[in-house]
């Protein structure tokens, strides 16, 4: 069965963009091998994760997370079973919101213009992450008709 699980924490301590960096390295290594897909969202502290994948890989994985002790209030915000996957590709990207304000992503869905995922009801949450899923897949088809093309000339 493939679910979608979708968690808010707080961050124990103020990461860097390299603290971000070493846990997606980490993520991605972990969720390809369980093939778990997914986002990382960080901003002040807070942090949005979406897994999507194999119900017991993604239970384990959430189990590992929660008693991680760089989280604290971790929080579940929907667990329900999915037709298909928003992120089919990522095995977990991150999405940072340094600062946090001014965004018009977060400005759509907080009241207040700043990241604060405890706040998002199941909704918000699936909303913003079917919005997050729609802007990448729309850079990636940009991306990849930006890319110039290998002509072969045969002789």
């Known amino acids: 069965m493939l679910v979608r699980l979708i968690y808010a924490s707080y961050s124990t301590t103020d990461l860097s963009k390299q603290d971000i960096k070493h846990i997606l390295r980490s993520s991605q ?3 390809g091998e369980k093939r778990i897909s997914g ?6 502290r807070y942090f949005l994760q979406c897994l999507e994948g194999e119900r017991h890989a ?3 994985t959430y189990l590992r997370i929660s008693l991680d002790p760089r ?3 971790c ?3 929907e667990y329900r079973a999915v037709p298909s996957r928003l992120f089919p590709r990522w095995a977990m990207e991150h999405v940072s919101f340094f600062g946090g304000m001014d965004n ?6 907080s009241e207040t213009g700043v990241f604060q995922p405890f706040q998002f009801t199941p909704h918000q949450a699936n909303a913003f992450l079917a919005e997050v899923a729609t802007i990448s897949e729309q850079l990636g088809q940009a991306l990849e008709r930006s890319k110039p093309k290998l002509q072969l000339e045969m002789d």
């Not at 018009?104 to 869905?109: A, D």
């Open 58 to 60: 993604v239970n384990e």
């Open 71 to 73: 989280h604290a209030k």
């Open 39 to 44: 986002v990382l969202f960080y901003s002040d």
């Open 104 to 109: 018009e992503l977060i400005l759509k869905y």
């Open 75 to 77: 929080v579940l915000i």
């Open 29 to 31: 290594k972990n969720n």
